[in-house]
């Protein structure tokens, strides 16, 4: 019964995003409430009516041409389809997205472990104060200050080129510092709730170490919460990476994405800037399929552990 209850809040939820997303694309940009008339530029004010209008044609031509075409569209560039986009910068993404979602997961259950066990020692400073420290700080500033590293102490040129076969190496840690924060807390926090219950006195008891007590009991129901989780870490990582391709210049989805939204564009004019709808729809549609996957996954390890008695 709650695997159906998952499902139907998992399908409620897709359909909620992908509602969303396609009215926040196709949602009219201006010019639908002025006119030129003998030449001269008149502004009608706001019609609803026509605001209305504008809108619904934009929705049914949207869908029109995907069902005449069997495909998202155009780009800006004459020869390339959004298919083919995809394909191209999509994958690139989601090598960063992996690994920065492997590193916050393995990375992230280690540092709590710390910070748990240094708790109420000298140490954490270290420990709770970094996790802490990193959460508090925008994650657009700790990318500035690598940057600023990076120029000055460090062969820039080739840590962030896109010309090197590894040049997914440092978004994909940049990415992963939130995140892993994030997890770090969680499992301290898990592991401190378990704290001083029986079964953890009894295993003290018997002459268990405190890393053998973490690793056999303590850690092992805290794998619930972790996994319960993994959808919004999922999320964490990939709103991480639009932001971290962007500012490191990594060509990849996230990078692209920003320049369909109309992010460089080298002339002004009236209204907003034209923007690719099919593409933008088309990478919104791949980051929602990677966490769905995600929580898939999650619902199978949950079934899987109640299952066990875990």
């Known amino acids: 019964m709650e695997l159906k209850k998952e499902s139907l809040k998992l399908s409620v939820s897709v359909f909620l995003a992908l509602l969303f997303t396609i009215l926040l694309i196709l949602f009219p940009r201006g010019g639908y409430d002025s006119q030129i008339i003998d030449g001269e530029f008149h502004y009608l004010g706001f019609q609803f009516s026509l605001f209305f209008e504008v809108y619904m044609t934009n929705i049914s031509q949207f869908f029109k041409y995907i069902w005449e075409h069997k495909s998202l569209g155009g780009t800006m560039f004459s020869e390339t389809s959004v298919e083919k986009e995809l394909v191209r910068y999509y994958p690139k993404s989601l090598l960063i997205?992996?690994?920065?979602f492997v590193i916050s997961i393995i990375v992230g259950v280690y540092k709590g472990i710390f910070d748990y066990?240094?708790?109420?020692?000298?140490?954490?400073?270290l420990g709770n104060g970094t996790t802490w420290l990193f959460q508090s700080i925008p994650d657009f500033f700790v990318v500035i200050i690598a940057f600023y590293l990076?120029?000055?102490?460090?062969p820039m040129g080739l840590i962030f080129s896109n010309q090197n076969w590894y040049s997914?190496?440092?978004?994909?840690?940049l990415v992963s510092i939130y995140p892993t924060m994030?997890?770090?807390?969680?499992?301290?926090?898990?592991?401190?709730?378990?704290?001083g219950q029986d079964y953890i006195r009894t295993a003290?008891?018997?002459?268990?170490?405190?890393?053998?007590v973490i690793n056999r009991h303590i850690l092992r129901n805290s794998a619930l919460d972790l996994i319960a989780h993994l959808p919004t870490i999922?999320?964490?990582v990939i709103s991480n990476m639009l932001m971290v391709e962007y500012l490191t210049g990594y060509a990849g989805a996230g990078n692209r994405m920003f320049v369909a939204l109309g992010g460089?564009?080298?002339?002004?004019?009236?209204?907003?800037?034209?923007?690719?709808?099919?593409?933008?729809f088309g990478f919104a549609l791949c980051f929602i399929a990677t966490v769905l996957v995600v929580h898939l996954a999650k619902m199978i390890l949950l079934t899987k552990l109640s299952q066990k008695g875990a």
Not at 117 to 125: A, G, S, W
Not at 275 to 280: A, Q, V
């Open 204 to 212: 003290f008891a018997k002459g268990f170490k405190v890393k053998q």
């Open 150 to 154: 990076a120029f000055y102490y460090l």
């Open 168 to 173: 997914f190496a440092a978004p994909a840690l």
């Open 234 to 236: 999922m999320m964490v």
């Open 264 to 280: 460089r564009q080298n002339t002004i004019g009236f209204g907003g800037a034209s923007i690719e709808e099919g593409l933008i």
């Open 182 to 195: 994030y997890v770090a807390r969680m499992t301290c926090v898990s592991l401190l709730n378990q704290d």
């Open 117 to 125: 066990r240094n708790t109420y020692k000298r140490k954490n400073l």
């Open 97 to 100: 997205i992996v690994i920065g």
